[in-house]
């Protein structure tokens, strides 16, 4: 525990910028990091980094900040959050998580000062759940994915779809001689919310599975591989 190096600078945006992290080592599985930051010309803000690590339950990270009434943004309030967590259950299944928000759309070029922060004007929020490695070629995955949109300006039908949910499946036959069997599906449902009249509602199901039957023939000096693939 203890302040770590302070860092010292100048922008044109921002003026004059001073921050002085504390580490917080609160135990050997989760520690704890405190950023006080002035802005010259916005004001003082403070942001943070939680950090952890269960015995059962996976990792994971979670991180914010908040500059009240931002001098520069009609006094507006800026803040951000962002948490991760990945979860090995067993050899067979993991799960991941993933929650980011910002306050507004001009947070990236004005604020940014954390590297976990995305750039993207689409914010992401997803749970996934993974299965593999219990039969050799196969794998799949079932996750529910939205957006936090940054551009208001946007129209509901410009905005990106949600993932309600989408599941993915792979499986390959794992003989590099002869016969081999190819088979991929991926099945969502898509929902848009249309709440402006831009557009008529824009949700459905699209299943998409595609087969392939080859033939490997391999020796040192030569190959051949004739395939046969099917689509719907």
Known sequence: TGILNPNFGYTNDGGLQLTVPVYLNLAPNYD????????GTRGAML???FRYLTKNFGEGELSGSYLPSDKKYNDQDRKSLQFKHDWTINPYLTANFEYNYLSDIDYIDDIKNNPNISTDLNQRRLAQLNFANAVPGLDASLK?????????????????????PQFLLNYTTQNPQGW?????????YFQKDINDGSALAESGTRLYNSAAVRYNY?????????????ST
């Open 180 to 188: 081999q069997f190819e088979y991929h599906n991926d099945s969502a």
């Open 144 to 164: 529910v994915e939205t957006y936090q949109t940054l551009d208001k300006t946007l129209s509901d039908a410009k905005r990106p779809y949600a993932r309600l």
């Open 32 to 39: 704890a990091t405190l950023t006080p930051r002035i802005i």
């Open 218 to 230: 391999r020796t040192p000096w030569a190959f051949a591989i004739p395939q046969d693939r099917k």
């Open 47 to 49: 942001e943070g980094e």
